[in-house]
């Protein structure tokens, strides 16, 4: 049992590549994140999912697309990515809303950019 | 702003101190979060609470929904339980049921 996987681990792009960062999960989760986790700072939400085909911008989504076409799969695009994305990102998935249900992270993905 | 703090921000102790992190946060609330990160590695979810005292082990969360606080406390500290630890809010109003407000995180070290 899995749980949540994130792939890759680590990157490194130039300023303007591209690339996508996969999140999987395996407990049949309806909701998924997308956060970023800089220093000094608490994370951040870029994107959201409440289910297969919807997705919803956080607190900080410019830059980034998200896609949720599989319910087990939340992808997160930079299609021109730029030094301030720099950063940290974890993916976590809930099975639903309420106070009952906690989340579960990936392990995160350490992306530079140069 | 709806804000999360955590104090305090550093913390060193010797193996087999009891460990207080606190958290406090600036309006209603409908669950808080403890969250736990080892240095280079994936966060964990330690407690979700949304009001009184739970415990796994040598941890124990407790919350004061009147005065809008939260402590994790470690009993018998280890070095293994260095780690930052984060505590996490969903606001009651004014806040979406799917997003958590995150605090800076509490950087703990228990030296041998």
């Known amino acids: 049992n899995a749980g949540v996987t994130q792939t890759p681990k680590f990157r490194v792009l130039k300023t303007g590549q591209s690339m996508t960062l996969l999140c999987a999960q395996d407990m049949n989760h309806e909701y998924m994140y997308w956060y970023r986790q800089d220093p000094g700072m608490g994370l951040r939400l870029i994107h959201y999912s409440v289910g297969e085909g919807t997705t919803a911008k956080g607190e900080v989504p410019d830059g980034y697309n998200v896609s949720r076409l599989k319910k087990q799969n939340f992808l997160l695009g930079l299609e021109s990515a730029a030094p301030s994305q720099t950063s940290v990102y974890f993916c976590?998935?809930?099975?639903?809303?309420?106070?009952?249900?906690?989340?579960?992270f990936g392990s995160g993905t350490r992306l530079t950019v140069v | 702003k709806n804000e999360v703090e955590q104090s305090p921000q550093n913390l060193t102790a010797q193996e087999g101190e009891f460990i207080t992190i606190n958290c406090s946060y600036s309006?209603?609330?409908?669950?808080l979060h403890w969250l736990q990160q080892h240095p280079g590695g994936g966060i964990v979810s330690l407690f979700m609470l949304s009001s009184g005292k739970k415990k796994h082990g040598r941890l124990i969360a407790t919350i004061n929904i009147q005065e809008k606080h939260s402590s994790l406390h470690i009993t018998a500290s280890h070095p293994r339980d260095s780690a930052v630890y984060i505590c996490?809010?969903?606001?009651?109003?004014?806040?979406?049921?799917?997003?958590?407000?995150f605090g800076k995180g509490t950087l703990l070290t228990v030296n041998p």
């Open positions: 976590a998935s809930r099975q639903f809303a309420g106070t009952n249900y906690g989340y579960t």
């Open positions: 309006v209603g609330i409908s669950a």
């Open positions: 996490a809010v969903r606001w009651e109003r004014g806040g979406s049921n799917y997003k958590l407000t």
